[in-house]
């Protein structure tokens, strides 16, 4: 049980929501933290980012240097992460960081853009994709097949089987952990451990048994290299960082982490490097299964590489493997993300009944309710991607507000507890937040209606901020 020294008299514990915490238990160990963050990552950005990728960077070394980049920026990123996790082991992580540097307001806004497209636009895409590829398995529970036509209030939708068993997917996984963070870690393990021998095993077996080209990662085998290189390398860089995203779900679960002093650094670092490492195999395959030339634009590379190698049998192989990353990546947003709003509602700035946590079994079962209603809503209305699209700028922001907290707190809160000081600090983060910088200013630069209509998100919030507020100073 983690134990830390208690900050000198008169200086206030660094875990204003330790009450909250004291409502979960501490039983997650390092291999559940690992397994964690390497299943929340691993879902289906590695299956189709590559292909989108290569159509404005057509390098086969370049690409594998964006991703070798994501996979070190996120782990800078964590670096920073892990101190802050050590230093406040709490429930709903990046909230309560934000919430102690800068104030309510800003650990607010970020569980707010987190509930309204963050973390449940994440579960709802993963729910879709899993829905796609079961489609290929089984037709008639597919996308493509429409169940009914609803209409309202003058609007026409149509419902597929597909989503619907989105949905059923949803709510299964939220009851499971609902039942107990045991079933759901026992889930999280099972599926990410399954995954990862599958994906070693594509790897292995398509490098022995494929019919590939070795001379397609040749510096020469892609086509002239794009006049703006600078743009184009960040811009490839969006799509890496987004198959890297989801390390963050670990801090989520800082209260119930075993001995979180070192065990929540560790799993941070080794589920990175594992997913590091599956990645760049993965995509040496794709370029020794086919030539750069005929991956660019693909979305579905993974199909197109693995037929090459193996033949077209192997598609309905692949298709489980994509529904099982979707699934097992699903779980993990979903035991992760519910623990964001227990402390946040607890601090009045949200409706009291998402802080209760079962006495029994210490799980946030009306968090989890509730996240799972917005999800499938979301899966419904097929509005989540462009959602989620909206705010990649913003909780790109968030990451960085969260590392710059860290500067923050060693001034503000030098006498607070530090089990596990950030490596390399202040270099490391200073780092991260001038290389996240610079992405996100290319995001506004690029993408200026994706970002406006993000920030249009947060500025929704205010009112509902605002309501809370005043309810809780009129108590």
């Known amino acids: 049980m983690y134990n830390p020294r208690l900050p000198p008299t008169g200086a206030p514990h660094p875990a204003r929501s330790s009450q909250v915490d004291q409502n979960f238990r501490r039983s997650l160990s390092l291999t559940d933290g690992t397994l964690l963050v390497a299943g929340g990552i691993i879902g289906s950005g590695i299956f189709l980012t590559t292909g989108v990728m290569a159509a404005s960077l057509p390098s086969p070394l370049l690409l594998l240097a964006v991703w070798l980049a994501a996979g070190g920026i996120s782990l800078l990123g964590a670096l920073a992460f892990g101190e802050l996790g050590a230093m406040m082991p709490s429930a709903g992580g990046p909230y309560v960081y934000l919430r102690e ?75 499971a952990n609902y039942i107990g963070l045991r079933w759901g870690a026992w889930v999280q393990n099972l599926s990410t451990a399954a995954k990862l021998a599958a994906l070693a095993a594509l790897v292995l077996l398509g490098a022995w048994l494929g019919r590939g080209d070795w001379r397609h990662l040749a510096p020469a085998a892609g086509g002239p290299l794009p006049h703006h290189l600078g743009g184009v390398l960040l811009t490839a860089l969006i799509g890496g960082l987004w198959a890297y995203d989801g390390w963050i779900y670990l801090t989520y679960v800082g209260a119930e982490i075993r001995h979180p002093e070192r065990n929540l650094s560790r799993s941070l670092i080794y589920g990175i490097l594992i997913v590091a ?6 995509n040496v395959l794709y370029f020794y299964a086919l030539p750069i030339t005929r991956l660019a634009g693909v979305t579905r590379v993974a199909f197109a590489a693995v037929s090459a190698l193996l033949g077209p049998s192997a598609a309905g192989a692949i298709a489980a493997l994509i529904m099982l990353s979707c699934f097992g990546a699903m779980n993990a947003g979903i035991l992760s993300g519910a623990r964001i709003y227990v402390p946040m509602a607890a601090d009045g700035q949200f409706f009291r009944v998402l802080a209760r946590v079962h006495p029994r079994r210490h799980t946030p079962g009306p968090s989890l309710a509730i996240q799972a209603f917005w999800a499938s809503v979301l899966t419904l209305s097929g509005r989540y991607d462009q959602l989620f699209t909206y705010v990649i700028f913003i909780m790109t922001m968030a990451y960085m507000a969260s590392v710059a ?7 503000k809160r030098p006498e607070w507890p530090r089990p596990y000081r950030c490596i390399g600090y202040p270099y490391v983060p200073a780092v991260y937040l001038l290389i996240t910088a610079v992405f996100a200013g290319n995001m506004v630069l690029t993408r200026p209606g994706e970002t406006g209509a993000g920030l249009a998100l947060v500025a929704l919030g205010l009112p509902v901020y605002l309501l809370f507020r005043r309810g809780a100073a009129a108590a």
């Open 101 to 175: 540097a800068y104030g309510e307001g800003a650990g607010f806004f970020y569980g707010w853009i987190m509930l309204v497209a963050g973390q449940s636009g994440s579960i709802a895409a993963l729910a879709a994709g899993f829905a796609e590829y079961l489609g290929v398995l089984a037709p008639k529970l597919g996308v493509e097949r429409i169940v009914f036509s609803p209409q309202l209030l003058g609007w026409h939708g149509t419902i597929s089987a597909g989503q619907i068993a989105g949905v059923a997917c949803i709510v299964a996984l939220s009851a």
């Open 277 to 282: 490492c599956i990645y760049i195999a993965c």
């Open 405 to 411: 907290g860290l500067f923050v707190l060693r001034r």
